[in-house]
């Protein structure tokens, strides 16, 4: 009978993995190996790794481990490498003796630079960086992806309020995660809306509160918010004559001074909802409320809907022009799009707004799918490749170059990476390096100690919070 053990980190790599111990030349040594996007849209945020090393890397292998495995593996019809788990167990006290590098987390860095550098400390373990590859890339792309989505969406959202707002206090909230219900996993939701929370305060996911203070200090400190909102189910509830009563009832227990509550109006028909319900016999109560009703579109095309709700809601309740010549609604009404939203529709939406003299103050945005989902390992091209061997003593530099392919040409030598005067960041072959660079790739998990502890806070200043 074999294993069902998830934790069980031999088994947390892809099958081929387990035959590579004997593929390499006699008299290797160290192996050398990189992480990078090679390409993309986007900037690098790079986010993940200290989730992983406390999850995974902090608990030390057993001999129980080690033949749970090696029941799976042979069962699979493959080799097992019993004599070198084993040897880690008793030599290492089931601790990985590996040394990963990597620039800190939240940092900013441009696509086709080495993020992450992994290394054995230990001469009989040469096979071991490559045998966690599996499961340290998929670390690390995923949340980096998340994190790089959503810095690249604020930016977006930050340029627009820079033009079309008196200020940019609220940006922080102006994107909220959606994405829980549209996860592939619980763990994708704790590593993906935690990793857009290095970006803004936004969300609708616990799990996300709950990974911030596993693995990111955050115990004390609540790292994100949302408001009481409605969903179709709460309000079709009341049938398709009661929504004007759906639509008081919730104004009557979310209400009030400094308070804000969202509800979604297309369950029938958003139009008659902005220009008879919410601006007709229900628009004196949404006036003298004292707080901010956010009503949210939840059908047909993202900007279209976006533009014409604004501009009903402008007829009904008004506008002001700020400072930079766009119209504003009163405070005690905004519209959130949550429906359809990618990088790319955002910006359509922004812009389709701005066209039609409104500022970006009115809408905020609800990214789902597009946010969590949407992505995958391709998105930004992410690789980890060995790039330097040591054999006998003698390093070697080692890559790939295929002729069908020259985007996946690989690195060479053991990297590094610097920052030049002129602020650019560059990877470097770690033997060029001078004396007065410094190197960005900082010492995070050596022989099984974390080094590099820091908290969600920390992170989100490095990243431009």
């Known amino acids: 009978m074999y294993t069902s053990n998830l934790n069980n980190l031999i088994l947390n790599s892809d099958s081929y993995k387990t035959s590579h111990w004997v593929q390499y030349p006699k008299g290797s ?8 996007a090679r390409k993309g849209d986007y900037d690098v945020v790079f986010f993940g790794l200290q989730a992983f090393i406390k999850e995974y890397l902090s608990t030390p292998i057993t001999h129980k481990d080690i033949d749970e495995a090696e029941i799976v593996i042979q069962a699979h019809g493959l080799t097992f490498n019993r004599v070198g788990w084993e040897l880690l167990v008793d030599k290492h006290g089931g601790y990985l003796p590996l040394r990963i590098e990597a620039v800190t987390e939240g940092s900013v860095v441009p696509a086709s630079n080495v993020v992450c550098q992994i290394i054995n400390t230990d001469p009989e373990f040469y096979w071991l960086p490559s045998y966690i590859e599996t499961a340290l890339l998929r670390a690390i792309w995923y949340p980096s992806t998340v994190a790089s989505v ?5 930016g977006i959202i930050r340029q627009a309020l820079e033009k079309s707002a008196d200020n940019t206090e609220s940006l922080i909230f102006r994107l909220h995660d959606f994405g829980s ?10 590593l993906g809306s935690l990793a857009h929370l290095v970006n803004f305060a936004g969300t609708d996911s616990m799990t996300a509160l ?17 408001i009481p909102a409605a969903e179709h189910s709460t309000m079709t509830a009341w ?7 759906a639509f008081a009832n919730m104004i009557e227990q979310f209400g009030g001074a400094g308070k804000s509550f969202s509800v979604v109006s297309d369950s029938y028909d958003l139009w008659n909802a902005i220009d008879n319900i919410w601006g007709g016999s229900l628009k004196d109560d949404v006036k003298n409320m004292g707080g901010t009703l956010v009503i949210r579109p939840d059908s047909g095309d993202p900007a279209k809907v976006v533009r014409e709700a604004l501009e009903r809601l402008a007829v009904k309740f ?16 905004r519209v959130i799009q949550g429906d359809g939203i990618s990088p790319q529709s955002l910006s359509k939406i922004i812009d389709v707004v701005m066209k039609a003299g409104f500022s970006a103050d009115n809408v905020t945005f609800g990214m789902g799918g597009g946010l969590l989902q949407q992505v995958n390992r391709d998105t930004m091209s992410w ?3 060995a790039s330097a061997i040591s054999i006998d003593g003698i390093w070697k530099d080692i890559y790939k170059d295929p002729v069908t392919s020259r985007s996946k040409r690989s690195k060479k030598g053991r990297l590094a990476l610097i920052k030049h005067s002129n602020g650019q960041l560059k990877t470097i072959k770690a033997d060029e390096l001078a004396a007065e660079s410094d190197n960005l790739l900082r010492e995070v998990y050596v022989d099984g100690k974390l080094l590099i502890n820091e908290s969600l806070t920390m992170i989100r200043e490095r990243a431009g919070w």
Not at 239 to 245: H, I, L, S
């Open 383 to 385: 690789a980890m490749k």
């Open 318 to 333: 008004g506008t002001t022009v700020n400072s930079k010549g766009y119209k504003v609604l009163p405070d005690y009404v």
């Open 150 to 154: 959503s810095h690249y969406c604020k």
């Open 181 to 190: 219900r549209g996860a592939s996993s619980q763990e994708s939701v704790a």
């Open 29 to 36: 040594e160290y192996l050398s190996s990189y992480i990078e």
């Open 239 to 245: 049938g398709r004559d009661g929504e004007t009563a």
């Open 210 to 226: 709950v990974a911030a203070s596993r693995w990111y200090q955050m115990d004390k400190d609540m790292p994100a918010f949302s």
